[in-house]
């Protein structure tokens, strides 16, 4: 613990040196990584998949971190999409691998316990789209335009826009996206309507939104955070009758634990809650 402590205040105190292509920083319970191409309008490179792979990895504290903000630099996109330059010049077995790389970030997105929200002013296509619609939260500005336009360049979604977008927005919208391409973009508004976006808000009111959700997540109890995102993640490819005895059996467990006990107490003693991570139990 004490190691991984080090190394991310290293990196606060640093800036960003410790990065080529993103921008970390730590602030209470909130880390915030954003993805820093702004002239390329964020595209996802390998250096940009590389180093968020890293950052997700290294720079979570399993104790102050609450809450992982994922934002593009810049007003103009969150991220474009992917890096067609360097796209040409794949062959096979390198698109596979590119492929998988992200791929496996936005399977980090799902898995860790903290709640990872995408902060989203201008493009969200391609790759874009489909790391917004891997976080839990996907909060919008009225700029927000998502879209997966693969097929204009001859190619398919790679980074699971076709496995995860009909399940956030249903089999139609997706197939109509996915198909057409350029030819069906989605607005905030409408990717709030079809479920790929959970809130949409003017844009420079977006930050004061993302504080009022982190404040709202810090009050929470860690525990019973990270197994609410994994339960209800897990819903979605568990059938009913496994789903519910898990929750039953995890339910159960609150109680075996600190966090429940604090939270029931503070709530008949209407005070705030002190709830504490289980390495500080330990």
């Keep these: 613990m004490s190691d991984h402590k080090s190394k991310s205040n290293f990196r606060d105190q640093q800036s960003n040196s410790a990065y080529k292509v993103l921008k970390v920083k730590s602030s209470g319970p909130r880390l915030t990584i954003t993805i820093h191409r702004p002239d390329a309008l964020n595209a996802l490179n390998a250096d940009v998949l590389e180093e968020l792979e890293e950052a997700l990895l290294e720079e979570i504290d399993p104790v102050d971190h609450r809450v992982i903000v994922i934002e593009g630099s810049g007003d103009k996109a969150f991220v474009a999409g ?12 390198d698109a596979q691998e590119f492929a998988h ?12 316990p903290q709640v990872v929200i995408a902060k989203v002013k201008g493009f969200a296509l391609g790759g874009g789209c489909e790391l917004a619609m891997a976080c839990d939260l996907v909060v919008a500005g009225k700029s927000a335009k998502f879209g997966q336009p693969e097929v204009n360049l001859g190619l398919i979604a790679g980074f699971g826009g076709t496995q995860r977008l009909a399940r956030r927005v249903g089999l139609p ?9 350029k030819g069906r973009t989605l607005t905030a508004e409408e990717a709030l309507q079809f479920g790929l976006v959970s809130r949409v808000v003017d844009d420079d009111k977006l930050e004061a939104e993302i504080d009022r959700i982190v404040d709202a997540i810090s009050k929470t109890g860690p525990e019973a955070v990270a197994q609410t ?16 005895g898990g929750e039953a059996a995890q339910f159960a467990l609150c109680f075996a634990r600190e966090e429940s006990k604090e939270g029931i107490s503070a709530f008949l003693s209407k005070r705030t809650p002190n709830f504490k991570v289980a390495d500080e139990e330990e």
């Design 82 to 93: 992917a890096d067609i330059s360097e796209m040409k010049e794949m062959a096979c077995d």
């Design 101 to 112: 790389l992200g791929q496996s970030i936005t399977a980090i997105l799902g898995s860790v």
């Design 173 to 181: 919208i997706a197939l109509d996206m996915l198909l057409t391409g």
């Design 229 to 244: 995102k994994r339960l209800t993640r897990e819903s979605l490819y568990t059938p009913l009758d496994i789903g519910l």
